[in-house]
């Protein structure tokens, strides 16, 4: 990676690119253990992880129990607040529509992700073709900066989870 790029996305994120790759990598090892390919994790501005989740929809039995969901709530309990703005998120796959909306109305406005939704329907899984960039970014009366929002790392490892 050139130097000039990985300052590019450090200054956007406020964390390296080889930080990033680095937590990708240890939440494709938690999504192996968990069985799920969907995992997610909340990190401070510092790059230090916060909390991390998995997709529990099997185990619950609840189409609601996606990963990134689950550490939102989580997350809100523990920072003692709803407004998780000072968080970064990173996902193994990029945020549904459902997820989408409730990570812009947490605050969050850094999210990385691993596979794109056309990514994971070529995998083999059903999917809305609905991009998270074209829900959080076309707002109405909020002026507030667009989501930053990185795709594309780690894809083979966590392509690899969705083989069975």
Not at 41 to 68: C, I, P, T, W, Y
Not at 117 to 133: D, Y
Not at 139 to 151: A, H, K, Q, T, Y
Request: glycine letters at 8%; aromatic letters at 6%.
């Amino acid at each position: 990676m050139e130097k000039k790029s990985q300052n590019t996305f450090e200054n956007h994120f406020g964390i390296s690119e080889d930080r990033a790759l680095e937590i990708m990598r240890d939440l494709t090892a938690y999504a192996r253990t968990a069985g799920t390919p969907f995992t997610a994790a909340l990190l401070h501005k510092d790059g230090s992880v916060f909390l991390r989740e998995q997709n529990r929809v099997s185990q619950e039995k609840d189409a609601s129990m996606h990963a990134e969901l689950l550490l939102l709530q989580r997350g809100a309990r523990k920072a003692g607040r709803a407004d998780l703005s000072e968080f970064i998120l990173i996902t193994t796959c990029e945020p549904c529509p459902m997820c989408s909306g409730a990570i812009y109305w947490s605050g969050i406005r850094k999210v990385i992700y691993g596979l794109s939704v056309p990514e994971i329907g070529e995998a083999g899984l059903s999917q809305l073709k609905i991009r998270m960039q074209d829900i959080v970014n076309d707002r109405i009366n909020d002026e507030s900066p667009d989501m930053l929002i990185f795709g594309g790392i780690c894809n083979d490892e966590i392509r690899g989870l969705f083989k069975k």
